[in-house]
């Protein structure tokens, strides 16, 4: 499977995530279910290139992570990709959403945030200090 794909989408959930790959042509090639535990194993797999998920809490800590196996991970907002879930929302359409939103000339993307800048945001939060970072 160690292919080079133009994009992967994961519609991150709790323990079953949904890995979507688009080889050069923007065409589905992969499209399917994977454990928690899995995941990073899966990704391993794969040549590195551009993995985009939707921003969330989680997704920071999974971008930092699949960053480490050398693929490039973007998070785009998830009001950027609902215009593009076609058919009924679930997993498997929400993951190609994710890449065909990713695909947008004017998509703009969140960068993942690192640990010592969430650290210092949660440790500002609860001190009751102003945030520096804003």
């Known amino acids: 499977m160690n292919t080079k794909h133009s994009i992967i989408s994961i519609d991150l959930a709790k323990n ?14 992969i499209n399917k279910k994977v454990s928690r535990k899995k995941l990073l194993a899966t990704l ?10 939707e921003a969330c809490y989680s997704a920071h800590h999974w971008g930092r992570a699949i960053a480490v196996l050398g693929h490039t991970v973007k ?41 010592g800048t969430t650290r210092h945001s949660i440790a500002a939060t609860y001190s009751g200090a102003p945030d520096s970072s804003a």
């Open 75 to 115: 998070l785009i907002p998830p009001y950027q990709v609902k215009p593009f879930v076609i058919g009924n929302k679930n997993d498997h359409n929400d993951a190609i959403a994710i890449a065909e939103a990713a695909h947008r000339p004017k998509a703009s993307f969140v960068p993942v945030k690192n640990i």
């Open 16 to 29: 079953i995530f949904q890995v979507c790959a688009l080889n050069a042509y923007n065409k589905v090639v």
């Open 44 to 53: 391993s797999q794969f040549e590195p290139t551009e993995v985009v998920m």
